[in-house]
């Protein structure tokens, strides 16, 4: 399983942005799939994740009520539309692919190589 996650930049506070992660596998539709970001100097940290199906989703508090995980397993693809994007927000994130329903990184095994968010004041 192969993942490549795109749609990052640089943008302004309040600001939108739509991460997609492409899955290469036939059995993408068998993972929940996640995202997490890590800033400078800080560790990884869950975002959100979405059962195989798409019946579950789970949120970070910090990001919840503004970042909406989704996923199309026709397509292979698991986006983030991020809304309202803070500074804090700033950061890169990741997407990854695990057989179990989680927010905790160890258990995914699969991920994608980043892309950069940055929100500016």
């Known amino acids: 399983v192969q993942l490549q996650a795109f749609g990052g930049g640089l943008v302004q506070a309040g600001d939108s942005l739509n991460l997609s992660c492409a899955v290469s596998g036939r059995t993408f539709s068998s993972y929940t799939m996640g995202w997490f970001r890590q800033a400078p100097g800080k560790e990884r940290d869950f975002v959100a994740a979405i059962s195989w199906g798409g019946g579950l989703r789970y949120y970070a508090d910090s990001v919840k009520g503004r970042f909406t995980i989704s996923r199309d397993n026709a397509k292979n693809t698991v986006y983030l539309q991020m809304n309202s994007l803070k500074p804090e927000d700033t950061a890169l994130y990741y997407c990854?692919?695990?057989?179990?329903?989680?927010?905790?990184?160890?258990?995914?095994?699969?991920w994608g190589q980043g892309t950069q968010v940055t929100v500016s004041s």
């Open positions: 990854a692919a695990s057989r179990s329903v989680s927010r905790s990184a160890s258990t995914y095994d699969y």
